[in-house]
């Protein structure tokens, strides 16, 4: 069976920093594309990240420059390292695989961003 388990989540200040972790059992990050989203109370999901399956990674232009994607392939996880967060950056945050056959969603983790 497919899971992914995210955690790191939290309360933090404005100007505070997160690391998110995606651990997973029954995929390898290594050969699909990896993906953070997020939402919002009342608003749609937002991609935020994507780390494919050669090692490039895109960002949404709201995190660009302050959030980080990296995958460590001996351990099979993802991670998200938030920097400089601000209110806006609180969310809900969802760790994905994607292939050619399949998508897979964790339960998500929640980052509060509040003084």
């Known amino acids: 069976q497919v899971q992914l388990v995210e955690s790191g989540g939290g309360v933090v200040q404005p100007g505070g920093s997160l690391r998110l972790s995606c651990a997973a059992s029954g995929i390898v990050f290594s050969v699909g594309t990896a993906g953070w989203y997020r939402q919002a109370p009342g608003q749609e999901r937002e991609l935020v990240a994507l780390?494919?399956?050669?090692?490039?990674?895109n960002y949404a232009d709201s995190v660009k420059g302050r959030f980080t994607m990296s995958r460590d392939n001996a351990k099979n996880m993802v991670y998200l390292q938030l920097n400089s967060l601000k209110p806006d950056d609180t969310a809900v945050y969802y760790c994905?695989?994607?292939?050619?056959?399949?998508?897979?969603w964790g339960k998500g983790t929640l980052v509060t961003v509040s003084s």
């Open positions: 780390y494919s399956r050669g090692g490039v990674t």
């Open positions: 994905t695989y994607r292939e050619i056959f399949r998508e897979y």
